[in-house]
Structures are given as C-alpha cells and as structure tokens.
C-alpha cells in the first residue's frame, strides 16, 4: 500500500510536470532523454517511459514542437522540441497562478492548530 506521504508527492508531481517540461524548454531545446534525465534528477518522474506520452500530448495541444533532428556522432538521432509562443504563454500563466497558489497554502499551513 502507498503511503500517504508518497500519494501526494505522486499527485502533486502529476500535476506540475508539464509546467516543469516548459521551464527545461524554456531555457533552451531539448531532446526526449535529456529531458528525462533532468526530470528524473528533479524527482519529478519515475522513468523516461512517463515522459513520451506527455510529450505527444503537448505538441498536440500546440506548447510544445518538434524543432530538429540531429545526428550526432555514434549515435541514434534525436528529436529536440523546442516550447511554442502558445507554451510560453501558458508557463506564464502557471507561475502566475503557482505564486497566488504556494501563497495561500503557505499562508494556510502556518494558521494550523
């Protein structure tokens, strides 16, 4: 059984890591793994394989894009995605909205008895 701990880590990661995808991407383009890799750092993904679906779901709601392909010595090729202006706007947005929302919470947790 999950523990309670664990549950709202879980839920609270499921709720941010798309905002977590744009900021990586805001920064620069990244590549599937690579982003896994600093999610996973981060302890806000478990594996690589959470990340793909994610992925798709973004670039079909138009935050994220494919930008290039690129071959690179011994290795695969690998797809960077780079955040849209749609993205950024809604990253905006989020870290607007997270301020007033960590704010409240903060504010709540001192008040309790």
Do not use: C, D
């Not at 992925?55 to 079909?60: D, I, P, S, T």
């Amino acid at each position: 059984m999950e523990s309670t701990r664990a549950r709202i880590a879980t839920n609270l990661r499921k709720g941010v890591l798309e905002f977590g995808v744009l900021g990586l991407l805001s920064r620069e383009q990244m590549y599937g793994l690579q982003l896994a890799e600093e999610l996973q750092a981060r302890e806000l993904i478990a594996s690589e394989g959470s990340l793909y679906p994610l992925l798709a779901r973004m670039r079909e709601s138009g935050w994220i894009e494919p930008h290039s392909t690129r071959v690179e010595a011994s290795a695969r090729p690998r797809r960077y995605y780079a955040i849209t202006a749609t993205g950024r706007a809604q990253l905006e947005e989020f870290a607007e909205l997270w301020g007033e929302l960590t704010s409240t919470m903060n504010q709540l947790l001192k008040e309790r008895k």
